[in-house]
């Protein structure tokens, strides 16, 4: 049979010829199940296809994709789900069942796991594997090509005389070490930087916001040092990629193992750099220093909130003052950080939120250089206690955020309304204290201040003690701006980031009170923001950018650098700084994106199903 697999759709509407595919881990362990002496299998990536313009990003794109597939002639055809991006993937289903009716479509993964009845009565899916597919995709395959019920095949569920069937649910693989290899030949590693490694399946924690737990039925099973390491050496000597990421959760759930595994690559002279996620309360300074030592060059910290109240409401359970003892651990290691936290839990308070903002504001200032510290709204998840604790207060304004796919071109909004449970991730649940404006608003500020003013924020929301003065600040200069006729809310972080760029220049400027030094910062981040960050209109400068070259020369009258040493110890200092004349020459670095995710980006290292770390 001619299989072909499809990783999840991650376009960037904006600029979909940057998107950054996901190395499908998932389906590349799938295809190392089959036996492809028996079955020809191919992977395509529709994400990779718009990056090279193979497929357009607009209103005919999910009917371009099915044109696409239908054309390579596949008899069975498996689609990854996963939810800010589930939308393409039914489209798509449709417009090629449309084409091709005999062509079986197969559902795998979190999103069709937890929706697999609705799945299969509203659209054209003709299974849902459930859960872990390695056994289960494989006897599926066996008995379509001999003609037989598929009824013995444990973890299934598809459609017969108008009616649903379930089959009985699939034991979890209990050794990890028994799966075949992840088929890596199948998918072009060479177009990115890092590629991904499993290490464990299963998280033993219960956030009451994540999918993860529930996914893999609350069970941790974990692959021998001996596998990861055959796998690790296999894309490393040959695929020469650049980073290893292992696509965990929580990658020291077991730190004694997490030692011994930092033991083995030093002792075997591992070269390559790797990243990780994990909970900021599962590593401490003598593990982060051997990690370090290892090769790990960057760690994702789900780390939520900075209300101890809230870290109880959602059972994350992180003490706030050990998430800073920790990160300073892991500045002093040399490891690089992406923090993330969150807002907009149904209990939360402007109290709670000022804890958390003042808690992103202490994470800027243990680490010299900018780290990706990102500020989420909380977006509802299938199946998880947050949201069947609150289906009454499940609410959809056609404000997408970042963790429902707000990058992802083409809602369907007759799609989502009709069909709620499928698109939980696109409505957001309403807080009993918090204006659900007043939060997307906050997240707007947040999200462009990290891009044009990253250090002279941060010295807005230290000066006073207060970090929501500032945003308050903005948005009562925005609400009077965009006065009634605001325009519709899915252009709200369009028309945010251009009143927050405004604010600032007028912020920043001695007649506020705000220091030379700092005032001349901003200068400095926004010209960098200008010329680095695709605001380029000069021809010249465009060439001299193509290049790598000088873009252009600052001459100012202090150093940054001293600035922003003076902002992370204590932003009453600025006072004490003397002027230094600096010249400080603008290059333009290649663009990691080019290649793939950077390092320490997105949601998580490998884009795991739920994983929220």
């Not at 309304?417 to 939060?439: K, M, Q, S, W």
Request: glycine content about 6%; some cysteine; proline content about 5%.
């Amino acid at each position: 049979m001619k299989i072909g697999l499809i990783p999840q759709v991650v376009i960037d509407a904006l600029h979909p010829t940057a998107s950054v595919p996901y190395v499908p881990l998932g389906l590349l362990c799938l295809a190392g199940a089959l036996d492809r002496r028996r079955h020809a299998v191919e992977i395509i990536d529709l994400t990779m296809a718009v990056r090279d313009r193979a497929l357009p990003c607009d209103r005919d794109f999910e009917r371009a994709a099915a044109r696409l597939i239908h054309a390579r002639g596949f008899d069975v055809v498996g689609f990854s789900t996963f939810s800010s991006t589930y939308h393409h993937t039914l489209k798509i289903a449709r417009e090629l069942k449309a084409l091709s009716p005999s062509t079986t479509i197969v559902f795998g993964g979190p999103q069709a796991t937890f929706c697999h009845e609705e799945t299969v009565v509203a659209f054209p899916v003709d299974y849902v594997v459930r859960g872990e597919g390695e056994i289960t995709f494989p006897e599926l395959l066996e008995a379509l090509e001999g003609g037989h019920p598929p009824d013995e095949v444990r973890g299934l569920t598809f459609r017969r005389d108008e009616r649903t069937v379930r089959t009985e649910d699939r034991p979890l693989v209990p050794d990890l070490d028994a799966l075949p290899m992840p088929a890596f030949d199948l998918y072009p590693l060479l177009r990115h930087p890092k590629a991904p490694v499993e290490v464990t399946r299963g998280c033993p924690f219960r956030c009451t916001y994540c999918a993860t737990s529930n996914y893999w039925r609350r069970c941790v099973r974990q692959k021998s040092i001996g596998r990861i390491w055959t796998e690790m050496t296999i894309l490393a000597g040959t695929w020469d990629v650049e980073y290893i990421s292992f696509a965990d959760d929580t990658f020291t759930v077991h730190r004694a193992w997490a030692a011994e595994f930092c033991d083995h690559l030093v002792a075997h002279g591992f070269r390559r750099k790797w990243i990780c996620s994990t909970r900021i309360d599962a590593v401490d300074a003598a593990l982060l220093r051997k990690m370090a030592r290892a090769g790990c060059a960057h760690i994702f910290y789900g780390i939520e909130s900075g209300s101890e109240r809230v870290q109880k409401q959602i059972r994350k359970n992180i003490r706030v003052e050990r998430v800073l003892d920790n990160l300073r651990s892991t500045a002093e290691a040399g490891i690089g950080i992406t923090a993330s936290l969150m807002m907009g839990f149904p209990d939360e308070t402007e109290e709670d939120l000022s804890s958390t903002l003042r808690l992103r504001c202490d994470i800027q200032r243990l680490f010299p250089t900018r780290q990706a510290i990102q500020v989420h709204v909380l977006s509802p998840d299938v199946d998880t206690e947050i949201t069947l604790e609150n289906r009454d207060r499940l609410r959809y304004d056609g404000f997408h955020s970042d963790q429902s796919g707000v990058q992802n071109a083409l809602f369907d909004e007759e799609m989502i309304r009709a069909h709620p449970n499928l698109f939980l991730g696109y409505h957001y649940i309403e807080t009993r204290h918090l204006d659900r404006e007043f939060v997307k608003l906050v997240h707007s500020f947040l999200t462009t201040a990290q891009v044009i003013c990253y250090w002279s924020c941060l010295y807005a929301m230290l000066k006073d003690g207060d970090p929501l003065r500032v945003v308050k600040e903005w948005i009562a200069a925005f609400q009077r701006e965009a006065g009634a006729a605001a325009g519709p809310d899915t252009s709200l972080q369009r028309r945010a980031a251009a009143s927050i760029a405004t604010f600032f220049r007028s912020y920043f400027t001695r007649l506020n009170g705000i220091p030379a030094p700092v005032c001349e910062l901003f200068l400095h981040e926004y010209e960098m923001t200008k010329l680095k960050g695709g605001l380029i209109i000069d021809a010249d400068v465009q060439r001299r950018a193509a290049d790598h070259g000088s873009l252009a020369t600052l001459h100012l009258a202090y150093d940054p650098r001293e600035t922003i040493a003076l902002i992370r110890k204590d932003v009453r200092r600025i006072a004490t700084q003397r002027r230094k004349p600096t010249q400080v020459d603008l290059r333009r670095r290649p663009d990691p994106a080019s290649r793939g995710t950077s390092a320490g980006g997105g949601r998580g290292p490998a884009g795991r199903p739920g994983g929220r770390g």
